[in-house]
């Protein structure tokens, strides 16, 4: 069965430091997300991603953020100077169409630990 | 704004009773859908359960069923013969339609199934 795929899994940077998440999503999806979940706390939506251009961003994806499918594959985020706040299980999203009832199927997510 | 309340922070149940998980939900949207997330402790979110704002029944899917009552603006999860594996968090989410379909989830409730 299809699945979305996380690389990596656990992610330790220092505070200022770069850092990129990559996703790879289901082969024949057209929509990507990118969510966090800070630890005890619920699911946050970040970005969403269709026909190479960010559809919809919420407040918590600043300047720092930006994502990319930089090939027919890859779906990245990247953090450009990570902050303490920044800590975080981050989940990879994909979905076929938008439709009301296409499931959105998460990747096991990256644990990134900002020292 | 789209608002998932999930009251209780926490359910135990007994391996083979049922349970219910309760989720509310707030939209003036007239087109939305619903889902219910799994997170073992393992930290993946794993599809269980849609319910679509305009279906006429009430979604199953093996063991687990919703109890969807759109006047109240509940969508409750049922799990039947509740099995040790049935141990994790569980979070209802809500998509409307248009943009970028994006999910908003409530904070989860952690069911233990004891033996």
């Known amino acids: 069965e299809p699945e979305v795929t996380q690389t990596p899994s656990h992610q330790v940077t220092q505070m200022g430091q770069e850092v990129i998440l990559r996703c790879v999503p289901i082969s024949n999806h057209l929509y990507f997300y990118w969510y966090r979940q800070i630890l005890g706390q619920k699911v946050e939506f970040l970005v969403s991603?269709?026909?190479?251009?960010?559809?919809?961003k919420s407040e918590i994806f600043d300047d720092q953020f930006s994502v990319e499918r930089p090939d027919g594959s890859n779906f990245t985020l990247k953090i450009r100077s990570t902050k303490l706040e920044d800590s975080a299980m981050y989940f990879c999203?994909?979905?076929?169409?938008?439709?009301?009832?296409?499931?959105?199927?998460f990747g096991p997510g990256t644990r990134l630990t900002v020292l | 704004a789209q608002k998932i309340t999930q009251t209780q922070p926490g359910m135990f149940v007994q391996e083979k009773e049922a349970v219910t998980l309760d989720c509310t939900y707030d939209?003036?949207?007239?087109?939305?859908?619903l889902f219910w997330y799994k997170q073992p402790s393992s930290g993946e979110m794993i599809f269980l359960i849609y319910q679509g704002s305009y279906d006429q029944q009430n979604a199953t899917e093996g063991r687990y069923s919703l109890n969807f009552q759109k006047a109240r603006k509940s969508a409750n999860l049922v799990i039947s013969a509740s099995q040790l594996g049935d141990s994790a968090m569980y979070f209802c989410a809500m998509s409307q339609q248009g943009g970028s379909e994006k999910l908003v989830f409530g904070k989860g409730t952690k069911l233990t199934v004891n033996p």
């Open positions: 939209t003036s949207d007239p087109s939305y859908g």
């Open positions: 999203a994909s979905q076929l169409t938008t439709s009301r009832a296409d499931t959105q199927y």
């Open positions: 991603f269709y026909n190479n251009e960010i559809s919809e």
